[in-house]
């Protein structure tokens, strides 16, 4: 299922826009700050800017304005964040699962086609990042466009 797909809205629309997803992030960055896992990837604490970029980028993935390929480098910007982060297998775990909750924190909907498709893209994304992320990674895409999500097998239900 496409993003584009005529009489489906975008899993943005379906979010609620920018504010929502904003504070989806909001929730999660503030998950790891306090995280003795995650924490250590961001000393100081996860800045202003790395919140709005971040939305910036998730709003464009769930179909919203492409203001990160715009604005700030696409996707090999992205990339380029976490070349030699060295992310283990325990701590992609640690972020997707606290990227789960913090869907519930922000109170985004709770359907479960919405979530299946984000926590989706999440698993994709974090397998992408820690494969990425290694010293000696090979195979990596250096370039791609910034990844357009939909809502795969389970649509909104329409009977
Ligand atoms: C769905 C998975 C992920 C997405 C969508 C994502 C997204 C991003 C984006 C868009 C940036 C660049 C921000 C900018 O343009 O300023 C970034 C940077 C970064 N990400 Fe990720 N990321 C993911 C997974 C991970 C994982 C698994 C980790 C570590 C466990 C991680 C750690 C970082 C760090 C440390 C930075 C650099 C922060 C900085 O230097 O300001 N990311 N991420």
Known sequence: MGVDEPGVPTLYDWAGGRTPIRRFLDAFYDRVEQDAELGPFFP??????????VTD???EVLGGPAT???????YAHMLAHHRGLGITAAQRHRFASTMSLALDDAGLPADPE????????VEWGTRLAMHNSQPDAADVVGDAPVPRWGWGVAPPYEG
Do not use: D, K, L
């Not at 100081?44 to 970029?53: F, K, L, N």
């Not at 919405?114 to 893209?121: D, E, S, T």
């Open 114 to 121: 919405f979530r299946a498709a984000v926590v989706g893209y």
């Open 68 to 74: 990160y390929t715009a604005e700030h480098g696409g």
């Open 57 to 59: 980028w998730w709003c």
């Open 44 to 53: 100081g604490g996860v800045s202003e800017e790395h919140r709005a970029h």
